[in-house]
């Protein structure tokens, strides 16, 4: 038995609630990528820099932004006593929910580590199909067995998420003004800046793990890494959300408009900066090359300067939204 449903390409490649707003799309919301992740805060966010960093530096949880949006859910947990009846319990949910017509969420379905999109399933082959950042982001979708998701529960301790309608909708402006004052919050966030320079590495946020991504890259010897490529690849796309976002939004603020208009043609910038970037710290670039480090610093710096200055503008238009 195979059931297939349609959903729509990834707009952005983006590891937490990409998958949640084309499954939500797939029932008929017409929520856009950019206020979606305006709303849910992956436009603004940046950390690490590490390879944990875009699924762990999060504004709110898939299951927080089901929420926030009017909709219930249900998590099907991982269980290290009994693997194989938590794999049935959520492989059971996932084919139940795309029966009744919504695609579900599967955390490592397609993907390495992410929430992905399941479409369908083929029961004979206990396979599924969907959409990811990575495989099926685009045409066909990706196909691997339902039982993926087990070779990565230690990263996430939920597997999947069943989405049911809930009794409201979202009232759009408090969701709106609170994902702008989570944006500065974030961005000014010193969490362990008291610790650099230590003989530990320590997580960063916001700014400061912007500042530092660019003095890393300043030394010539520093080798790019798994951190460096996947970051890149990340915030290039979810930070272009940004601008277009409050571009949305402005028309409904006249008292912060001019502002948040200027803001963003600050992430403008630093979007542009983000997609030089990719050549050079990409999956494809050297990881030793002193005469890349040389152009990446620059336009590290460039991109965090745009972003403080976006920020810093968000400051004052919040204040009168």
């Known amino acids: 038995m195979q059931k297939t449903l349609n959903v729509s390409n990834y707009e952005v ?3 937490n609630v990409e998958a949640l707003r084309l ?28 390879p944990c960093a875009p ?13 926030l949006l009017g909709y219930e859910y249900t998590e099907f947990p991982y269980d290290d006593a009994d693997k194989d009846g938590a794999l049935e319990k959520a492989v059971t949910a ?8 919504v695609p579900a ?5 397609f993907s390495m580590c992410e929430w992905d999109v399941v479409a369908g399933y083929d029961a004979g082959e206990q396979m599924f ?42 009232d759009k402006r408090s969701a709106e003004i609170a994902a702008i004052r989570e944006a500065i919050r974030h961005a000014n966030d010193t969490e362990n800046t008291d610790k650099l320079g230590g003989s530990e590495w320590v997580f960063l946020q916001g700014k400061a793990a912007y500042n530092r991504w660019a003095d890393d890259f300043s030394k010539p010897e520093y ?12 915030y290039a796309s979810s930070h272009g959300m940004a601008a277009p976002f409050l571009r949305e939004i402005a028309p409904n603020y006249p008292g912060a408009s001019e502002r948040l208009l200027q ?23 050297p990881e030793v090359d002193p005469l890349r480090n040389e152009r990446a610093a620059p336009l590290l710096r460039e991109a965090a300067g745009h972003y403080g200055s976006a920020i810093d503008l968000l400051s004052t238009a919040v204040e009168n939204m």
């Open 223 to 234: 080798k790019r890494g798994l951190g460096d490529a996947y970051c890149i690849g990340i």
């Open 105 to 109: 969420m599967v955390w490592h379905a």
């Open 263 to 285: 803001a963003a043609e600050c992430f403008d910038k630093e979007t542009e900066a983000l997609h030089n970037l990719l050549p050079l710290l990409g999956w494809n670039s």
């Open 94 to 101: 996932v084919r139940a929910s795309i029966d009744n017509g």
């Open 129 to 170: 199909f969907g959409r990811s950042s990575g495989p099926g982001n685009a045409g066909d979708y990706a196909k691997k067995p339902w039982n993926t998701t087990l070779s990565t529960f230690a990263s996430n301790g939920v597997m999947a998420i069943a989405i049911q309608k809930g009794p409201g909708g979202c």
């Open 23 to 50: 499954a939500l799309n797939a029932q008929g919301e017409p929520y856009s990528a950019a206020w979606f992740h305006g709303v849910a805060g992956s436009a603004f966010r940046i950390g690490g820099i590490c």
């Open 13 to 15: 490649f983006e590891a």
């Open 55 to 67: 699924t762990c530096t999060f504004a709110m949880s898939p299951q927080q932004v089901i929420k």
